[in-house]
Structure formats: C-alpha cells, structure tokens
C-alpha cells in the first residue's frame, strides 16, 4: 500500500500522508462517547423501570429524574476525559531540537540565515532531502538559535544534526576553531575550543 497520496494542484504534484490513522482515533473517541452516553441511558431507563415495576405507582419521579440525571452526568464527565486525553496526546507528538550558535553569531563569525538554509537544504526524512514539509518537520530560528521540530514518530535522528552542523563549519572554514558539543538531550550547541598546551580537545557526544 503507498504510504502518500498525490494531489495535483496549480503548484505542481504533492505528496500527502494518509490521514486513515488519525481518522480511526478520532472514530475512537466518538465512538466511545456515543457508548458511554447510550449505556448511561440504557442502565437509567432499565432501573427506572425496574422502580415502577417494583413499587407500583408508589415509585416518585424525582427519584427516576435522579438516575437520570446522574447517569448522564457520569457519561458526560466520562466524555470529557476522553477529549482531554486526546488532546493531550496530541500536545506530546511534537519533539524540538536546538542549534545553539550564540557565541559565533555574537562575534558575527557564522551567519545564522546561511546556517538555517543549509539544514532545509541538507536534512533528509524518510532518507530523501526535500522531503521536511510533508513529514511536518519544521525549521525555525531565531537570533542565536535553531530549532527543528519533528512529529515523535517519525525517529527523527538527533545525530544528523550533529553530522550536518560539522559539514556546515568546514564549509565555512570554521571547523578548526568551532565544535558541537551536546548541551542537553535535544541540544546541541557550537562552542569554540579550549585550546591549552599540548591538548587540542575532540568532539563530545
């Protein structure tokens, strides 16, 4: 089966992902809401009528409007859960990257710009280049940084961008004088070397 679909627009042809795997949640959680609430009802109505089976005309209607009224409220707070989750869910299908370059950006030795065009240009998803917009992998930056969002589940590999930035600094003529060091579990940064006598320092993961 094809993992893309094709779409023709006046642009050219496009590649789009199957959208089934979110519809199939989004039939989940409208399902379930749907059950909980016809359940709730159901179990209402058969214990009401249980009531008026079992007392007769004795039974009340405020006690039948009671069960009800609290079985719909269970399955509403019910429903509400579900939505949360799926919202929250959604909110952690994004992971970030940083490139922090502020020491060579404040002493105007690396031109940010030029540095955001070649990962555009170099990033490969799915072992292909040109390919960051239909997987929603996003490249953005600021004054000093640059940050590479990825949906989690792609695998996006925090390794190229360590590979990618080195290519980048020979490119530049900077690799003798700058590294990329990992600041954090999703950081990279460029930092100068230290340089003492007889240790040139290396690379750190």
């Known amino acids: 089966m094809a993992r893309h679909s094709r779409v023709t627009t006046c642009f050219g042809t496009i590649k789009q992902k199957p959208m ?17 609430l016809h359940y ?8 009401s009528i249980y009531l008026l089976q079992a007392k007769g005309k004795s039974a009340k209607k405020s006690t039948i409007k009671f069960v009800l009224h609290y079985s719909n ?4 707070t019910y429903s509400i859960y579900l939505l949360q989750a799926k919202g929250k869910s959604a909110k952690k299908s994004t992971i970030k990257f940083v490139i922090d370059c502020t020491a060579p950006v404040d002493d105007k030795v690396l031109d940010i710009a030029s540095f955001e065009k070649y990962l ?3 990033i490969k998803v799915e072992g292909k280049t040109s390919n960051l917009a239909q997987c929603n992998v996003v490249i953005s930056r600021d004054r000093t940084k640059i940050t590479v969002a990825s949906p989690t589940d792609l695998g996006f590999s925090k390794r190229q961008l360590k590979y990618l930035s080195k290519r980048y600094l020979k490119k530049q003529q900077l690799r003798d004088y700058l590294r990329v060091i990992a600041s954090s579990k ?20």
């Open 20 to 36: 089934w795997k979110d519809g199939i949640k989004d039939l989940w959680v409208v399902t379930s809401i749907y059950l909980s």
């Open 40 to 47: 709730s009802n159901l179990l209402a109505t058969t214990y």
């Open 73 to 76: 409220l269970l399955a509403t």
């Open 186 to 205: 999703n950081s990279y940064e460029l930092k100068y070397y230290q340089i003492t006598a007889g240790d040139e320092g290396e690379d750190e993961e």
């Open 120 to 122: 555009n240009e170099r």
